[in-house]
């Protein structure tokens, strides 16, 4: 590991030498998962996510891989915060080993809905500090490290997602964060087309997007487009039992799903623990569709008729 670290190292600029503005990649580029990376101004850094990646079929045994903590820990007296562009695993998942790594007192910023999240996941591993946490808002700028961060809202698949606007003496940085451009989410927070226009007008020297099967012909679906196909299919299957999945974080298809459940005289099951985590911080941030303690309990599924459930 540590001849790794120093091959890593030996790659990359320090001090005055070289270009002002820097970019190092500890994990998510070009593929799916542990999104982590560094950007800096000199030798001036802050990082950019913390996120986990899931092993393939073929390999047996391993559980999550996480970024390289040992090369992390090297550079540590360079990284001056952490900003989290939202909440999903690939993004906070590895901050309980990534936060040991930094020093005691690196700051760590994100959106009030994502720092639910981060809190319970950091009280479950011991390493809870209130006072590195804080909650931004978009459009309100702070400092962090050597940059003026501004956060600005993208849609998502998941509730309070940021791009980030990193500005500094010698140029302004434009990192997305994951995104798609949703004209009708189910929670009316739209796409922030206003902030990409002004930046725009303003300059910017790097771009980096991250949207996955951005390649691909078309776009995507909008949510409120899905909460109608979900309530004409549950509609349909009067006196039967419906079943739904879905990646446990997306607050906005449980919203879909509770509208169609409303409407069609069905309580709602949910059966998983990350389920009730990601609503349970929804709630506690004052953005989750219904209050968790009205849920139906899995285990009086058989005490109850499967036409009334979803």
């Not at 101004?41 to 990646?53: C, P, W």
């Not at 994502?114 to 309100?140: A, C, D, P, Q, Y």
Request: aromatic share 8%.
């Amino acid at each position: 590991m540590e001849d790794s670290v120093k091959r890593k190292m030996e790659q990359f600029y320090e001090g005055v030498d070289g270009p002002p503005l820097r970019v190092l990649p500890i994990g998510g580029l070009g593929e799916i998962g542990m999104n982590c990376m560094l950007v800096g101004n000199y030798d001036r850094y802050i990082l950019i996510d913390a996120g986990v990646m899931f092993p393939d079929y073929d390999e047996f045994g391993v559980q999550k891989i996480i970024p390289d903590t040992t090369f992390i820990k090297k550079w540590s007296h360079k990284i001056e915060a952490v900003i989290i562009t939202h909440g999903h695993e690939d993004h906070i998942g590895a901050l309980p080993w990534v936060i040991p790594a930094l020093d005691s007192t690196t700051p760590i910023f994100a959106s009030s809905f994502t720092m639910e999240l981060i809190k319970k996941r950091l009280k479950e591993f011991g390493i809870f500090l209130s006072s590195r946490l804080k909650s931004f808002r978009v459009r309100n700028r702070f400092q962090a490290g050597p940059f003026e961060v501004e956060p600005i809202r993208v849609t998502h698949s998941i509730p309070d997602c940021c791009g980030l606007v990193l500005r500094c003496g010698d140029g302004t940085i434009f990192h997305t964060g994951d995104w798609k451009i949703d004209e009708s989410p189910v929670d009316g927070r739209i796409f922030d087309r206003e902030a990409l226009e002004e930046l725009s007008k303003e300059g910017v020297t790097l771009m980096m997007s991250d949207s996955t099967n951005i390649l691909s012909p078309g776009r995507s679906t909008s949510e409120s487009v899905v909460a109608s196909s979900l309530l004409r299919h549950v509609s349909e299957a009067k006196g039967r039992r419906v079943i739904t999945t879905q990646f446990a974080s997306n607050i906005h298809r449980i919203g879909s799903i509770k509208a169609a459940a409303d409407l069609t005289g069905r309580r709602l099951v949910f059966v998983g623990m990350s389920l009730r985590t990601y609503l349970e911080a929804a709630f506690r941030d004052g953005k989750a569709p219904l209050d968790p303690s009205t849920l139906v309990c899995s285990n009086l599924l058989d005490k109850l008729l499967i036409q009334l459930l979803l």
